[in-house]
Nanobody, 121 residues
């Protein structure tokens, strides 16, 4: 089965940086769009950043200029470099990917288990 495993979360002071990684594994034929979402306590899950297979990116207004999404297609991995972190960035961050398995005719959406990011002094 396809699995997405995030890593890199933790506690960081305001103004600090973190790099999240998400590696996909399993019977993968292709991975199309990949994205990072986040969910803060009491709030709905929101899109943070999105990247196409060719590398076209878009970001939530709240993170533009501070976060950078990238991917390594050979490693089936997506990254989120987060800089100038603010307390309001505190949330569980989830990886999302559109994955076509070897025997599938089309892709389906998969989610990681989430990784906690806490920004506090």
């Amino acid at each position: 089965q396809v699995q997405l495993v995030e890593s890199g979360g933790g506690l960081v002071q305001p103004g600090g940086s973190l790099r999240l990684s998400c590696a996909a594994s399993g019977p993968i034929s292709s991975i199309y769009n990949m994205a990072w979402y986040r969910q803060a306590p009491g709030k709905q899950r929101e899109l943070v950043a999105h990247i196409t297979r060719r590398g076209t990116t878009n970001y939530a207004d709240s993170v533009k200029g501070r976060f950078t999404i990238s991917r390594d297609n050979a490693e089936n991995t997506v990254y989120l470099q987060m800089s100038s972190l603010k307390p309001e960035d505190t949330a569980v961050y989830y990886c999302n990917a559109d994955v076509q398995r070897r025997w599938d005719m089309r892709a389906s959406a998969y989610w990681g288990q989430g990784t906690q990011v806490t920004v506090a002094s």
